[in-house]
Nanobody
Framework: QVQLVESGGGLVQAGGSLRLSCKAS????????MAWFRQARGKEREFVAA????????NYADSVKGRVTISKDNAKNTVYLQMDSLKPEDTAVYYC?????????????????WGQGTQVTVSS
């Protein structure tokens, strides 16, 4: 069983930066596809970024491409989401997710494991 715990959310002004962390336990992140999703109030959960354990090439949603970076630290068994140039529309609960799957990695149904989420609020 994989447990995921997110941290690093908070309140930031537009144009600012945040780094979210996702600490995994129960399995090494080097053997998992890791992803970040977000869910704004009243909206469906949407894909933000993911990185497969096989090739480490990151995938990003068009809405965040160029502003966010997903990375993994295998030694710390932690995945990060660096978010820059934040906009009010980035306000959401951000969730870390993990799977052994390698396909359809932008789809919520692909992921077996989820964290509890961390709130990110961007003020204008």
């Amino acid at each position: 069983q994989v447990q995921l715990v997110e941290s690093g959310g908070g309140l930031v002004q537009a144009g600012g930066s945040l780094r979210l962390s996702c600490k995994a336990s129960g399995r090494s992140v080097s053997t998992l596809t890791m992803a970040w999703f977000r869910q704004a109030r009243g909206k469906e959960r949407e894909f933000v970024a993911a990185v497969r354990w096989t090739d480490l090439r990151p995938n990003y949603a068009d809405s965040v491409k160029g502003r966010v970076t997903i990375s993994k630290d295998n030694a710390k068994n932690t995945v990060y989401l660096q978010m820059d140039s934040l906009k009010p529309e980035d306000t959401a609960v951000y969730y870390c997710a993990a799977t052994i799957n390698l396909v359809r990695i932008s789809t919520t149904a692909t992921y077996e494991y989820w964290g509890q989420g961390t709130q990110v609020t961007v003020s204008s």
